[in-house]
């Protein structure tokens, strides 16, 4: 008897905590968007980092290395979105979510396409 209660607590325990590392799923809104505008990534739940899981977030050139970072935000805990400002330039882009900071530098957790097209508002940018 005492070894089924200790599997049982085992096993519930085991499906807690991979539930609490499962990742947010990310969608990202709209998509093309115009340069210089409003991008929003929206998860499908609120971000729950720890101290050692935090969660940040950037627009990067598809093809650029993992470990980019120029405009990064950081992810607040309970966010359910973060809005970001598309890049001034137009082209394919990836919207990439790290988790695991500060443990990790970076750790690419989600990644999302984005295409960004001139916006005809801007002067230079057709």
């Not at 500060?102 to 508002?121: E, Q």
Request: charged fraction near 20%; proline fraction near 8%; hydrophobic fraction near 45%.
């Amino acid at each position: 008897m005492k070894k089924r209660h200790l599997f049982a607590v085992l096993s519930v325990s085991l499906l807690f905590a991979a539930a609490c590392t499962d990742r947010p799923q990310m969608t990202v809104d709209p998509s093309p968007v115009e340069a210089n505008s409003a991008v929003w990534a929206r998860f499908d739940r609120p971000i729950n980092g720890r101290a050692a899981d935090q969660y940040w977030i950037v627009i990067a050139p598809r093809g650029e290395a993992a470990d980019y970072r120029d405009g990064r935000l950081h992810v607040v805990r309970s966010a359910e979105g973060v809005q970001l400002e598309a890049p001034a330039t137009p082209g394919d882009y990836e919207v990439r979510l790290h988790g695991d900071w500060p443990r990790l530098d970076h750790n690419v957790v989600r990644t999302v396409p984005l295409v960004v097209v001139a916006n005809p508002n801007v002067v230079g940018s057709l």
